[in-house]
């Protein structure tokens, strides 16, 4: 289960939230996220190259996020809502299931 809530600095109410219950094509709904493609944070020692297609699912109301090896080639997810929401001050909070196995290294920012 994946959520964003962001809220606001009066209130404990949400201002934002995607449950994933309005996908299309079993795709985050892009009125609410950008997908990042290619190799986005070469400084940062990434192998990985983003993909829009195969490794980011909605799955009965939960974003599934997946990395695959092909030989060499290293493919995943990388979400945003840079283009398509603006935050104020406030606290964002994510509920999700985050695997710990070594080797990966998911991030939430």
Do not use: H
């Amino acid at each position: 289960m994946f959520a964003l809530l962001a809220l606001g600095r009066l209130t404990a109410e949400p201002t934002w939230a995607d449950e994933f219950t309005d996908c299309v094509d079993d795709f985050p709904n892009p009125e609410k996220w950008g997908v990042e493609v290619g190799y986005v944070r070469p400084g940062n020692g990434e192998l990985q190259r983003y993909t829009n297609s195969g490794n980011a699912a909605c799955v009965d109301g939960e974003l599934v996020l997946s990395a695959r090896r092909d030989g060499d080639d290293i493919t995943s997810a990388s979400l945003s809502t840079l283009a398509t929401q603006l935050f104020g001050p406030g606290k964002i909070e994510m509920r999700g299931k985050v695997d710990g196995r070594p080797g990966s290294w998911p991030a939430f920012w």
